[in-house]
């Protein structure tokens, strides 16, 4: 069975002609999404790069990843940041009476821990809880077998869990959301701010400064580096054990651009983790490093499809 | 249908017989545990009170909820801090065959959300989370009809998400817990905390310091009085807030104890709350003071046999 996965953003969308076998991806696109060209254009150049993708294969449906806040059940996108004119926008019906075949939307950070449960380190797990770490911080959590959206499909908002009161504004308003602390802006941001206290750090001497070169003169033994993984780290945690007391889950996915710092952000994570949680928890959970790397978009999306599969049987 | 509720306490066990079409308590006996005798004696004083109770009754099972990590598949006690020889404990089993009836054993809080879905402010929810502010904090959560309890059975323990990192020393060895700050146990050592600093405060006044004289003592105007309760109600803030950004609920239950502190503690916490939750979230969710007061523990505990049943059929 082939199935597609749509993971659109707002600078480019990428397609995937998946087999639901093993989660190989035959072929894939990128495309240019041109928000500002509107939605209708948008969605003919989506069911365009399908057409083009899946020639001479019969496929089941597309999954759409897509970033904001998503009535899953009606496939609309209520709204989201970076699309302004997509207010209530029946992106599912829409797509799918371009292709005629079943289409399903679902929010990108749900759609990635539905990708790691069927392609990636969730596989035969049935209490995920995935954080992906990228220009914000998202979240996605199945619990019971279930993918937690909660009443109005808006729920595990992981990345707007308070995990230092009082610490840094962050975008959606409060003080202190893990989001404000451990994304590859925040990252940034507390390079940019430390300046001042260490002009000397090597993070400067770079052409830009990104989450990869804090993390990177960390690893080479920078004060403000090592300052910052450790916030990063300590957030983390404290989000993490969190996550780990309220869902007992038996595995804990971190995923996005940030993840791929690898042992520097894993291995103190797991040992302040295993600090924080009651001991009743002990050995309950792993931690681990999403595997799916750059194809992770796809697969959640293409997953979108396989689950509701589920659901209605 | 009659149902039958234990409500264990490492002191007092209540058990009612609920007439399960309107949670009407028909009957009610309260007895001392008496831990020091024995597990077996325990027990055997639990069958004796449901034999007493039902005389002349048809019931269909009986519910407890117990304190401390409950296998609630098999109606084991894994371990419960006040009970120290239950330890890997067949409660359900041992019950059971006294009884000759089916017994279903939960642990305490997450009977408590049962409770208020079943009989309480939760009916007709799908998307519940529920606090019990007692000696301790305890949660239960109901996400998409399913009740969570996570891989082994120990999650959802909403009182021990961190809101106040460096805040004060929990029982679980954590520092700024939930219930570190807005249990009665907390309550009462803040205000023992704060005799030096207002050592004209009112609550030093009374006989015994309690949750209630703190409340009592703010109601009147007492610095230390709101200045604890001002604490207490920001901590909850952070927890709600972040627990409606996980699970998206449509009501948050807020029982046990402190809960009947009344409007001095739900006025500010809503007003708080309201400014915590993002944009989306708002008008998605109430806050609501739970309405089961002193029947809540057996209500629950008969629950547990309801919700059973319905996810047998």
């Not at 480019?12 to 991806?25: E, P, Q, S, T, Y």
């Not at 049935?126 to 996605?140: D, N, R």
């Not at 309950?284 to 599969?309: F, H, M």
Request: net charge negative; with cysteine.
């Amino acid at each position: 069975m082939y199935i597609v996965g749509i993971d659109l953003g707002g600078t480019f969308f990428k397609v995937g002609l998946v087999d639901a076998k093993d989660g190989k991806i035959i072929k894939k696109i990128e495309r240019e999404t041109k928000v500002h060209e509107g939605r209708v254009k948008v969605v003919e150049r989506m069911a365009q790069a399908v057409l083009e993708i899946t020639e001479g294969f019969e496929y089941t449906g597309v999954g759409v990843g897509s970033p904001g806040s998503i009535d899953h059940d009606r496939g609309i996108v209520r709204f989201s940041p970076n699309f302004p004119d997509w207010v209530d926008f029946e992106l599912g019906g829409e797509l799918s009476s371009l292709l005629n075949k079943p289409v399903f939307v679902e929010n990108d950070a749900n759609a990635f821990v539905l990708g790691e449960k069927w392609f990636g380190a969730g596989k035969g797990h049935e209490h995920i809880v995935a954080l992906t770490l990228g220009t914000g911080v998202g979240g996605g959590v199945i619990s019971h077998g279930v993918l937690i959206t909660g009443k109005d499909g808006i729920g595990t908002e992981l990345g707007h869990v308070i995990v230092e009161p009082n610490g840094p504004l962050c975008g959606c308003g409060n003080y202190g959301c893990l989001e404000a602390i451990a994304s590859a802006t925040a990252i940034k941001r507390m390079a940019i701010e430390g300046q001042k206290k260490f002009p000397e750090s090597e993070i400067f001497k770079a052409e830009e400064i990104s989450a990869k070169i804090v993390f990177d003169a960390a690893r080479n033994g920078d004060l403000l580096g090592q300052t910052i993984v450790n916030r990063v780290v300590n957030a983390l945690a404290i989000g993490v054990a969190n996550f780990i007391h309220i869902f007992n889950p038996s595995i804990v996915v971190v995923g996005g651009g940030v993840s791929r710092a690898g042992d520097i952000l894993f291995t103190p994570l797991r040992e302040k983790v295993k600090h924080l949680v009651m001991p009743s928890f002990k050995g309950t959970y792993e931690i681990v490093q999403s595997p799916l790397v750059e194809d992770a978009g796809i697969l959640g999306a293409a997953s979108i499809v396989l689950q509701r599969k589920m659901n209605q049987q």
